[in-house]
């Protein structure tokens, strides 16, 4: 099975700065990554597919690099609705797995 | 609107069983694969299995294998998972999701086994 490694664990910003979070894969997942970005109580949000693609409604201050094991999910200058935990998660190969997520908490 | 519509929330006891459903609308049920994605309390995301709907081809995460069951009917557009003895460890939101890269979220199903 894949491990996808999430880091940081909590990452502590202020509004308006910038964010870079990081999955590395255990094992090539090719271009086949996606992050999502869930609310309490909320059903996770597709942010990112295919490693680079934004998801329909996604503001382009967020984006996606990095294939192969090691990827990277960048929001440009927080929002006050950015603060969340995101997750990624590889669909190359069964079973899919997800990371233990990222919070991405007000400082 | 593409929306996956979930059942309600449900209680049950260590030992019974219960069926869980996810209701498509707004495209067509048979071309996207269905995931299962368990979140127990204040955890994280843990993907359980998937189907295709067209023929009912099911790929399970081995932590899951043996101990649910994923079901489509393409009559009524809904995917289904199935216990058919929970125990308490049991207790999580089940969320349902379309495609791969789960494009689409259902609300989330809670589900408490408590005695």
């Known amino acids: 099975e894949i491990v996808l490694t999430q880091s940081p664990g909590t990452l502590s910003l202020s509004p308006g700065e910038r964010a870079t979070l990081s999955c590395r894969a255990s094992q090539s997942v090719s271009s086949y990554l996606a992050w999502y970005q869930q609310n309490p109580g909320q059903p996770p949000r597709l942010v990112i597919y295919?490693?680079?693609s934004r998801a329909t409604g996604i503001p382009d201050r967020f984006s996606g690099s990095g294939s192969g094991t090691d990827f990277t999910l960048t929001i440009s200058r927080l929002e006050p609705e950015d603060f969340a935990v995101y997750y990624c998660?590889?669909?190359?190969?069964?079973?899919?797995?997800f990371g233990q997520g990222t919070k991405v908490e007000i400082k | 609107e593409v929306q996956l519509v979930q059942s309600g929330a449900e209680v049950m006891k260590p030992g019974e069983s219960l069926t869980i459903s996810c209701q498509a609308s707004g495209y067509s049920f048979p071309s996207y694969w269905i995931s299962w994605v368990r979140q127990m309390p204040g955890k994280g995301l843990e993907w359980m299995g998937r189907?295709?709907?067209?023929?009912?081809?099911?790929d399970y995460s081995p932590s899951f294998q043996g101990h649910v069951t994923i079901s489509a009917d393409k009559s009524i557009r809904t995917a289904f998972l199935h216990w058919s003895s929970l125990e308490a460890s049991d207790t999580a939101t089940y969320y349902c999701?379309?495609?791969?890269?789960?494009?689409?979220w259902g609300k989330g199903t809670t589900v408490t086994v408590s005695s």
């Open positions: 998660q590889q669909y190359d190969i069964s079973p899919r797995t």
């Open positions: 295919g490693a680079s």
């Open positions: 189907i295709d709907p067209g023929d009912s081809y099911t």
């Open positions: 999701a379309r495609r791969e890269d789960m494009d689409v």
